[in-house]
């Protein structure tokens, strides 16, 4: 081991790898390959479903059949319901339904964005498809969008 003078104290470097060199080295992984990936608890579990009982029923048309059974039966049949469905036709798609045709925030401009928050700010509204059309054609909202200062009840700018 080499010695290193610091501040007037001698102190001894580490060395690479640890104690007996052949540890870590910086800037390799320790797991390089990672966590390796099992099927285990998946395999586990398909073969528990596979299984049958005495009258030659499997685990999982028995699972079916009661999930079916709590849907007709229970008193807390919606859940069990709703999760037929969901396996059955698969969840429904969730959509965001704008009101305006071609109403893409995505593709405007910082200044196009800017002056729609400042008029659902001003108006406490989304514009009307004309509002927006004239913004198309002109660059902005039409002037009687605008409220005035007499109308916020703002005092007049001297």
């Not at 390089?32 to 029923?57: E, H």
């Amino acid at each position: 081991m080499t010695l290193v003078q610091n501040n007037g104290k001698r102190r001894r470097r580490k060395q690479l790898g640890g104690c007996t060199g052949k540890g870590f080295m910086p800037g390799s992984s320790g797991n390089p390959g990672g966590r390796p990936r099992t099927q285990g608890l998946l395999q586990a579990l398909r073969s528990i479903l596979t299984d049958c009982d005495s009258q030659g029923r499997t685990v999982e048309e028995r699972l079916v059949k009661a999930l079916i059974d709590e849907a007709l039966k229970s008193k807390r049949r919606l859940p069990a319901i709703l999760a037929i469905f969901d396996r059955l036709e698969g969840r429904p798609q969730q959509a965001l339904i704008l009101k305006h045709d071609n109403f893409d925030p995505r593709t405007w401009s910082e200044e196009q964005i800017v002056a729609y928050e400042n008029f659902v700010i001003a108006n406490q509204r989304d514009p009307t498809k004309e509002e927006m059309a004239h913004y198309g054609q002109h660059g902005k909202y039409p002037d009687a969008c605008w409220p005035t200062a007499e109308a916020l009840d703002l005092p007049a700018l001297p």
